[in-house]
């Protein structure tokens, strides 16, 4: 299995729009969006989000099969950081090191911006995640309560950085 990890452009928002929605059908409680929103956003949209350059997808061979979505604050005093979002790996490829080469990708893509500061939110329910970016050099700051408010009521979100420079 050969994995390559690279940003996404315009011409991937078929593949990605597609990819987002098995994410958010499959892990419901681990995206802020529903799949009728995520159904609901134009081709045109999801093409512009993909312009931006701060989407990457990992690839087994020329499927798509792994995503992650990065955001800049446009702000000069906050340009070192930058916040994770929506972070998936088709299930078929967990445990097989390709969420570390997605997370390396990400690092990789960052730092020559001027990025040394990676921000998070995930889950409390979601151990799984948990673990994975603790091992890989993510600390725990806080708790952000009432994140969603999902079938079952209030969801907490957990707050994590990593800091680029150690």
Known sequence: MVLSVRALGPDDATAYAALCLEAVERYPDAFCSTPDEV???????????????????????????????????PF??????????????????????????????????????????????????????????ERHGFVRHGRMPNTVIGPGGPETDLFYVRDLRA
């Open 76 to 133: 000069a005093r906050a340009a070192h950081r930058v916040e994770i979002g929506a972070f998936y790996i088709r299930p078929a490829l967990h445990g097989s090191g390709a969420a570390m080469q997605l997370l390396g990708a990400i690092v990789d893509h960052v730092r020559p911006l001027g990025v040394w500061q990676l921000e998070l939110c995930v889950a409390e329910r979601n151990a799984r995640a948990i673990r994975f970016y």
């Open 39 to 73: 159904q609901a956003l134009s081709p045109e949209t999801v093409a512009q989000t993909l312009s931006e350059g701060m989407t990457l997808g990992l690839f087994e061979g020329a499927a798509l099969c792994g995503m992650v979505g990065l955001r800049r604050l």
